[in-house]
T-cell receptor, first 115, second 112 residues
Framework: EAQVTQNPRYLITVTGKKLTVTCSQNMNHEYMSWYRQDPGLGLRQIYYSMNVEVTDKGDVPEGYKVSRKEKRNFPLILESPSPNQTSLYFC??????????????FGSGTRLTVV | GESVGLHLPTLSVQEGDNSIINCAYSNSASDYFIWYKQESGKGPQFIIDIRSNMDKRQGQRVTVLLNKTVKHLSLQIAATQPGDSAVYFCAEKASGTYKYIFGTGTRLKVLA
């Protein structure tokens, strides 16, 4: 089944403890992206990747890192999480940055709570 | 499931009726628009898209209308079913860019 898989689905952590949220897609998509979703706000892009070893900042990159060493994986790294990073995170992928007729394929989300 | 918004505008529709969900977009230079459906506990799912050179596009039971004059987008769902209950939001892309701006969404409740 074609899908984007995120892990974990739920995570509670403490301030300052490094964590990684994994994202993997099995559709050979070139484009991958991370978003956060907060109440009252639309999805906001954190980082995106046009292809392997090509990444760039989105609208809210502060406090996050990403890497794209393989086409299928795009992990999101929080080196020193803070409570304002408590959010619902989504990974998305597409054949290209221009997802005409298909949109992005989203993962099921990771609910992160930083205490 | 995860809550995507505690205070979203809500549209309640009787099962079998038609639903109309509206979206006001921000950028007159936007040239591509997508409607997504997000069910509780799931990621957004592509429904239908439309380019700015079109006024209307139809899919299966869904129609998107674009009014560029007033920067307004609407999603019409025919014969609304219980499985249509979800949060719906639009996304716009500015011409010449690859960045999308997502709306906050509308919750659709289908009444039996």
């Amino acid at each position: 089944e074609a899908q984007v898989t995120q892990n974990p689905r739920y995570l509670i952590t403490v301030t300052g403890k490094k964590l990684t949220v994994t994202c993997s897609q099995n559709m050979n998509h070139e484009y991958m992206s991370w978003y956060r979703q907060d109440p009252g706000l639309g999805l906001r892009q954190i980082y995106y990747s046009m292809n392997v070893e090509v990444t760039d900042k989105g609208d809210v990159p502060e406090g996050y890192k990403v890497s794209r060493k393989e086409k299928r994986n795009f992990p999101l790294i929080l080196e020193s999480p803070s409570p304002n990073q408590t959010s619902l995170y989504f990974c998305a992928s597409s054949f290209s940055w221009d997802p005409t007729n298909y949109g992005y394929t989203f993962g099921s989300g990771t609910r992160l709570t930083v205490v | 499931g995860e809550s995507v918004g505690l205070h979203l505008p809500t549209l309640s529709v009787q099962e079998g009726d038609n639903s109309i969900i509206n979206c006001a977009y921000s950028n007159s230079a936007s040239d591509y628009f997508i409607w997504y459906k997000q069910e509780s506990g799931k990621g957004p799912q592509f429904i239908i898209d439309i380019r700015s050179n079109m006024d209307k596009r139809q899919g299966q039971r869904v129609t998107v209308l674009l009014n560029k004059t007033v920067k307004h987008l609407s999603l019409q769902i025919a014969a609304t079913q219980p499985g249509d209950s979800a949060v719906y939001f639009c996304a716009e892309k500015a011409s010449g860019t690859y960045k999308y701006i997502f709306g906050t969404g509308t919750r659709l409740k289908v009444l039996a």
